[in-house]
């Protein structure tokens, strides 16, 4: 008989965690052998344990699940990374494919797709939510993007600052009718209409350098 694949499951909210272990407790083909709350609990549960797949929460403290996913793949053990998570932005999707993560599941899977993506990740053939794969091949249809010059990029983290725009010529040393100038260019270019949509695009996209901070 086949040995039964080892698994750790790494989610910051015990609730959650507990689920997908009780989720997958029942499955022979699957043993999991620990759990983790952050990813550098992960990353030594892997360095020790050396799991066939890690199944890794996207957003967790201390250590989120894509640096977790880079310093487990940087390890000899040949542990594969399936991310499990809720989030489905196209900037969650990159940053985790780009970090080497073999697949990319959402928290609403079944319990017999969670099974048959942990042993098709296993076998190192890529594995993605339909809503993701979805997103993905949208974006790569998308036209080229024209990304947002140096001062675009300042006016638009002012704008996620809260900032009017006298109060954004002000902090950058330019006059307002400049300011409307590099928003109605930062418009055309993310295809938007108000400052709201071209915050919330922007960050989808990874165009902005972190998220907006309240006022």
Do not use: C, W
């Not at 930062?186 to 949509?197: C, E, G, I, P, Y």
Request: no cysteine.
């Amino acid at each position: 008989m086949t040995e039964p694949l080892r698994v750790i499951v790494v989610d910051d909210h015990p609730v959650m965690r507990a689920g997908v272990v009780a989720l997958l407790a029942s499955e022979p083909t699957l043993a999991i052998i620990g759990e983790a709350a952050d990813g550098r609990e992960a990353v030594e549960l892997v360095e020790r344990l050396a799991p066939d797949v890690a199944l890794v929460d996207l957003r967790m403290p201390v250590m989120d699940g894509v640096a977790a996913t880079t310093s487990i793949l940087a390890l000899p053990t040949g542990t594969r990374v399936l991310i499990l998570t809720t989030y489905d932005t196209d900037t969650d999707i990159e940053r985790a494919v780009e970090a080497g993560a073999i697949g990319y599941l959402l928290k609403d899977a079944t319990r017999e797709q969670l099974v048959a993506a942990v042993h098709a990740a296993a076998r190192g053939e890529t594995v993605l939510a339909p809503r993701v794969a979805e997103r993905l091949v949208a974006r790569m249809r998308r036209p080229t993007e024209t990304p947002l010059t140096a001062r675009e990029a300042d006016v638009l983290n002012a704008v996620a600052d809260g900032l009017s725009n006298a109060e954004i010529g002000e902090r950058l040393f330019i006059a307002e009718a400049t300011v409307k100038t590099h928003l109605l260019r930062v418009f055309a270019k993310l295809d938007v209409s108000d400052r709201t949509h071209a915050v919330v695009v922007a960050l989808d996209r990874g165009l902005l350098t972190r998220p907006p901070r309240p006022r």
